[in-house]
T-cell receptor, first 113, second 116 residues
């Protein structure tokens, strides 16, 4: 069974709009949550980390975490064509006492001018 | 500061050959991870080390795959013998795993493996 679920997309938004990316996870004891951005042909790059319920803002990016619903999201305000990439949700899970960073399949975002 | 360094960046080999991928983590990071990425399966964790000790290798596909970390600044992932289905991009990542933001991963540029 998939442990970290994301809609594969593509999610297409116009330049300047808000892009909303969603992720659900199966392990209730997970404590650490991350969003990585991956451009085509490149490696994943960390853009946001969140550890407690609520919102965390960093520039145009806002991560939202709801542990009760096992849900984490990423909002990108004022989307730019340079934001076009695949966004990977990652959750640190604890299957046997040590944590395992587990990734979703990613959501492809296209920002069109 | 130097990031995670992987080599080779590209490898093309024939089925049955041995492949060795190399990784130098960021200095001071105590956790190292090997991932494999394909279109079909996404990013899969193969194995990870804490303080040079393998912690979880349940993602290693089969006995053809092996990984070592002889010291804090070097790790290898070996495939012997290689098969066409091993074709993928292999990423190495390291993590400081301490401080106020545990678990953040820093990825190398990846090694793209093609097995003919």
């Amino acid at each position: 069974q998939k442990e970290v679920e994301q809609n594969s997309g593509p999610l297409s938004v116009p330049e300047g709009a808000i892009a909303s990316l969603n992720c659900t996870y199966s392990d209730r004891v997970s404590q650490s949550f991350f969003w990585y951005r991956q451009y085509s042909g490149k490696s994943p790059e960390l853009i946001m980390s969140i550890y407690s319920n609520g919102d965390k803002e960093d520039g145009r990016f806002t991560a939202q975490l709801n542990k009760a619903s096992q849900y984490v999201s990423l909002l990108i305000r004022d989307s730019q064509p340079s934001d076009s990439a695949t966004y990977l949700c990652a959750v640190n899970m604890f299957p046997g006492g040590s944590y395992i960073p587990t990734f979703g399949r990613g959501t492809s975002l296209i920002v069109h001018p | 500061d130097a990031g995670v360094i992987q080599s080779p960046r590209h490898e093309v080999t024939e089925m049955g050959q041995e492949v060795t991928l190399r990784c130098k983590p960021i200095s001071g990071h105590n956790s190292l991870f090997w991932y494999r990425q394909t279109m079909m399966r996404g990013l899969e964790l193969l194995i990870y080390f804490n303080n040079n000790v393998p912690i979880d290798d349940s993602g290693m596909p089969e006995d053809r795959f092996s990984a070592k970390m002889p010291n804090a600044s070097f790790s290898t992932l070996k495939i012997q013998p290689s098969e066409p289905r091993d074709s993928a991009v292999y990423f190495c990542a390291s993590s400081p795993n301490t401080g106020s933001r545990p678990g953040e991963l820093f990825f190398g540029e990846g090694s793209r493996l093609t097995v003919l």
